[in-house]
């Protein structure tokens, strides 16, 4: 026997497995297979398939699960409508006191819990015992909160419906907590697909929601492979589809939901920066990437998986780091001595074994501990790759392993660009001792997450989700319960529904056109674009004409080089969101002043081109200038918040401008529609290419006189008229453009959706609105033109 003396030399571990007889009797006695929980109860598959689930720490046959078809999802589909109509109307103390419920349930079987999660998955026991199974049961006790406080905290909002789920198989009962807790507190009801590789735990949950007495067809359980979840997506009877999973598959359901209505949420990949700069705790920063990268297998889509050190210190920090991989072990999953288990299926070893082939190929320097590794099972060795290029496929691509690729910067400004140099933006750690550097990088990172000093920290309580390529939508706190939420619009005003401009199936060149009045000069509305009027691309142009048939003017018939043209533009004008919410303030209180004194010549204008009354034009320019002055008001009032998490964190929730936002604006009320969207995406600092009205843009024409006179930078707006569904389908297609309001394009918003999908942009297909009420203005547009970027601040010693 080892002496403790020696022990403390060598720091050896002796084998100190974790007991999982229990979990093993539960399997046995499912040993017929386990069927789809459906409507409170388990039921056999439609098509009597299954499949086998197998542990990718040995190989062995855990179970076999049944296999979804269409018609099962039809089945727990129609369950979920029948328990919406009730558990939707049950008050929010109801719903808290089920949510408790199945809290309590979760901690009392925490350890089967979590050793059915590592024999399934492969995770080390103690990551799932100490992260994965706590984490769970706190999702549930939060949103038992929020459901509690629903109708006070969330007013004039309402359910979705059913609610359509697909999850991941790297922390399937976390995923699964992530999904449903927010949706039941809300008062949806929910279908979930787990992952085909590790349903088990979602299958013990449905036992544990039978348990705690939850209605049935409430939560809905249907196992199978990617033809299952397809059928649960493209379900008619599905209002919201909540995915986590690769950037591939949420292409995919972008395109597959594209003109459904369906609400989406999307959490994708990412390649996630991890930063540090000279004066780090080096030491603190090695331990950090231990659990950035070789925590649950660097099978997590937010690991830090992309190494960035400042040059002067690179070196030393890859000795260090070096010497921590030797200490690394390898090995069965329920050893509580284990680092690091299996990676979850032979697909996914292979995979990782070639991307890591590739990058020596292309010359990255590999580094592997010369440490013991099973015989057996799918395990890969933890794995440092140096000397790699910012464009090297390593650098570029999800691996989603144990592997760490690293590059080396020399100043702050180098690592941020290192560090966007990206497609994902999912989540950043930073290191430095440096408060001041943390929080300028933390604010330039392009992240969904940024944590300094610290990784890989996940709470209930703070919102979580990505930029671009990473997805859109949150999960946890606050911003992720309006996933599940839906405004209560009021009734549309009789004529609010968009109508299809009469454009001019053949456009002449402007010069032929016939003048507009009675002047003797014709005058053609430019587009706008960077600051200046500019001729449309095309060369022509379209009448507008009145109600009764009558010319009264016409407008550039824009193209999708003039949208090139006016990304560019707004490209270049990017210190706008930089500047502070009180300047933003201060020009759109200018806007509006200037509107005012201008009130006439815009009225006579709505008098002209839509035929209304001289008191309805009138009440329109008055609506528009209050409206300015609304958001005006709130430019510096649409704050964040401190999440109030369990680790001892200040956890800031700061709303971020998108960018380069494109909108194209509604028919009805031309100019109050013009300026109810565009003013609140100006207020939260983004840039904005709007398309107006096509058929009465002339108000928005004439608007860019006072963007001219009212101190708004060059390129912030841009203004492009002509035909709707295809400058909508340009900019939704166009990459650059990070997110697209569309209330104009009437019926096309299955091929505006779909245009979306190439780098994932948020896309809000506005339904028809009555402009002039309060649906009209609100929050909830100011939160469509933000995106949460959640910072975790450590304090204390």
């Not at 033809?227 to 009877?237: N, Q």
């Not at 990784?455 to 390529?469: H, I, K, M, P, W």
């Not at 096509?694 to 101190?711: G, I, K, V």
């Not at 506005?766 to 009420?773: E, I, L, Q, Y």
Request: proline letters at 5%; glycine letters at 10%.
């Amino acid at each position: 026997m080892a002496l403790i003396k020696d022990i403390l030399q060598t720091m050896e571990y002796g084998p100190s497995p974790e007991s999982n007889e229990h979990v093993v009797a539960w399997l046995g006695q499912h040993e017929a297979g386990f069927g789809h929980f459906i409507d409170g109860k388990f039921t056999d598959p439609a098509a009597s398939e299954s499949f086998e689930v197998t542990s990718p720490a040995n190989g062995k046959v855990l179970a076999r699960v049944a296999r979804g078809t269409a018609e099962d999802v039809d089945r727990a589909v129609a369950a979920a409508t029948r328990a919406f109509k009730s558990w939707s109307k049950l008050s929010g103390h109801e719903r808290a006191r089920h949510l408790y419920a199945l809290a309590r349930h979760i901690q009392k079987r925490d350890r089967f819990l979590a050793v059915l999660e590592t024999m399934d998955n492969g995770k080390p026991i103690r990551e799932s015992r100490d992260i994965d199974i706590p984490l769970v049961a706190r999702h549930f006790y939060h949103h038992a909160g929020w459901a509690e406080l629903i109708e006070s905290e969330f007013p004039g909002y309402q359910p979705v419906g059913v609610c359509g789920q697909v999850i991941p198989w790297n922390f399937p009962l976390l995923m699964l907590a992530w999904k449903i807790a927010p949706a039941l507190a809300a008062g949806n009801t929910v279908v979930l697909k787990p992952a085909e590789q590790t349903p088990l735990t979602a299958l013990a949950f449905a036992e544990i929601c039978r348990e705690a007495g939850l209605p049935d067809g409430v939560v809905n359980i249907v196992t199978g492979e990617g033809d299952t979840g397809a059928a649960l997506v493209g379900h008619p009877g599905v209002a919201k589809v909540a995915f986590t999973g690769s950037t591939e598959v949420g292409r995919i359901i972008r395109r597959a939901t594209a003109g459904s209505g369906k609400k989406l949420s999307l959490e994708l990949g990412g390649k996630s920066p991890f930063i540090v700069f000279d004066d780090a705790d080096l030491d603190s920063a090695v331990e950090g990437l231990v659990d950035a990268i070789w925590f649950n297998q660097g099978e997590v889509c937010c690991a830090g998986s992309r190494l960035l050190v400042q040059e002067g210190i690179a070196e030393k920090f890859y000795a260090k780091l070096r010497a921590r991989m030797g200490t690394l072990r390898v090995g069965d999953p329920l050893d509580k001595s284990t680092d690091i288990g299996a990676v979850v299926s032979t697909e996914q070893l292979e995979r990782i074994g070639a991307l890591v082939a590739k990058g020596r190929q292309e010359g990255a320097e590999v580094f592997q501990p010369s440490i013991a590794m099973p015989a057996k099972g799918c395990f890969f060795p933890p794995t440092l790759m140096t000397g790699v290029e910012p464009a090297s496929t390593v650098a570029m691509v999800e691996i989603f392993g144990p592997v760490l690729v690293a590059m080396t910067f020399r100043t702050p400004d180098e690592a941020v660009a290192l560090a966007n140099n990206t497609r994902f933006g999912l989540a950043a750690s930073i290191w430095s001792e440096n408060i001041n550097r943390s929080l300028d990088i933390a604010a330039r990172v392009k992240a969904g997450v940024v944590w300094i000093n610290a990784t890989n920290l996940f709470d209930a309580a703070a919102g979580f989700g990505g930029y671009r390529e990473s997805g859109f939508g949150r999960e946890g706190g606050r911003e992720g319960l309006y996933e599940y939420l839906v405004p209560a619009l009021g009734k549309p005003a009789k004529g609010a529904e968009a109508t299809k401009a009469p454009l001019n199936p053949t456009p002449s060149a402007a010069t032929a056109l016939a003048p507009v009045s009675d002047d003797a000069i014709d005058r053609t509305a430019k587009l706008y674009i960077g600051g200046k009027q500019a001729r449309p691309d095309s060369g022509y142009s379209y009448a507008v004409v009145n109600p009764a048939g009558k010319t009264v003017g016409h407008a550039g018939l824009g193209n999708r080089k003039d949208i090139r043209n006016a990304v560019e533009a707004a490209a270049k004008a990017g210190s706008w969101g930089a500047a502070t919410a009180h300047n933003r303030a201060q020009i759109l209180y200018y806007i509006a002043e200037n509107l005012s004194a201008r009130a006439a010549e815009f009225e006579a204008r709505l008098r002209a081109m839509t035929g209304a009354s001289a008191k309805d034009a009138a009440e329109e320019v008055a609506a528009s200038i209050r409206r300015t002055f609304f958001y005006a008001g709130f430019a510096d009032k649409h704050d964040g918040a401190v999440h109030s998490t369990k680790s001892r964190h200040v956890t800031l929730a700061m709303n971020e401008p998108f960018g380069i936002m494109g909108i194209v604006c509604p028919d009805k009320a031309p100019l109050l529609g013009f300026v109810s969207l565009v003013m609140p995406a100006l207020a939260a600092g983004n840039r904005v290419i709007a398309v107006p009205s096509a058929r009465h843009p002339l108000a928005a024409t004439d608007f860019y006189q006072l963007l001219d006179t009212s101190d708004v930078p060059a390129g912030v707006v841009s203004i492009v008229t002509g035909e709707t569904a295809s400058l909508a389908k340009t900019l939704a297609e166009h990459d650059e453009v990070a997110a697209l309001w569309d209330f104009g394009s009437t019926g096309d918003a299955a091929t505006i959706e779909a245009a979306s999908a190439g780098n994932l942009k948020p896309v809000w297909s506005g339904a028809p609105r009555d402009w002039t009420s309060g649906d009209g203005q609100g929050r909830e547009f100011l939160r469509r033109a933000t995106q949460v970027k959640n910072i975790w601040v450590p304090y204390g010693e």
